[in-house]
């Protein structure tokens, strides 16, 4: 849950729930600038290209319909809004779109530390295994996405320029 409360001309307060303490926390912004504001709700994608590639997913109806439903999230601070939940669909969509393999190293690395255990024992934590499993968890989603991240490098262009990078540096140090 997110309120932001302004008490300010541009300073904010916001109420952040934290999940892991279980408490809500408050955060004083002193100064969000215009140009954050409108770069924040400039449009990468129309929304025609964002129904359209929700529509290209390979999932039932409902889950389109709950996906779509995060494009109408917003934030409002003050008298300015937000439209975080569109670009939040933006910025996956753009990234898959870019990333392809990084992005599937990412959803692979999720479904298989999901499979590891938490480290209780009938209804007892561990401490000691909790640790080494969540570190275990997040070794695999690295992991993962690390090896994703070789293949679209391999395959890009921003591939092709850090390679160039590489080798002119390399070539400017052996002169």
């Known amino acids: 849950m997110v309120k932001a409360v302004g008490i300010g001309v541009n300073e904010v307060q916001l109420e952040l729930f934290d999940f892991e303490d279980d408490k809500t926390k408050i955060y004083e912004v ?3 600038s215009e140009s954050f504001k409108e770069n ?3 449009l990468t994608l129309s929304e025609s290209k964002i129904q359209r590639a929700i529509d290209n997913l390979s999932l039932s109806a409902d889950q389109k ?7 109408q999230f917003t934030l409002q601070v ?3 809004v937000f439209s975080i939940g569109r670009k939040i669909l933006e910025l996956s969509l753009l990234f898959f779109k870019k990333f392809p393999a990084t992005s599937f190293g990412l959803v692979v690395g999720l479904v298989v530390s999901s499979f590891i255990p938490a480290g209780t024992v009938v209804g007892f934590a561990v401490p000691v295994i909790s640790s ?3 570190l275990l968890k997040k070794l695999v989603i690295l992991f993962s996405i690390g090896f994703g991240l070789k293949d679209d490098l391999k395959n890009t262009a921003l591939g092709n320029t850090i390679s160039e990078a590489t080798l ?3 070539k400017s140090m052996e002169t």
């Open 40 to 42: 924040f709700n400039s």
């Open 30 to 32: 002193p100064n969000i």
């Open 65 to 71: 319909a709950m996906v779509s439903q995060i494009s």
């Open 132 to 134: 080494l499993t969540a």
């Open 78 to 80: 003050g008298t300015k």
């Open 168 to 170: 002119n540096i390399r």
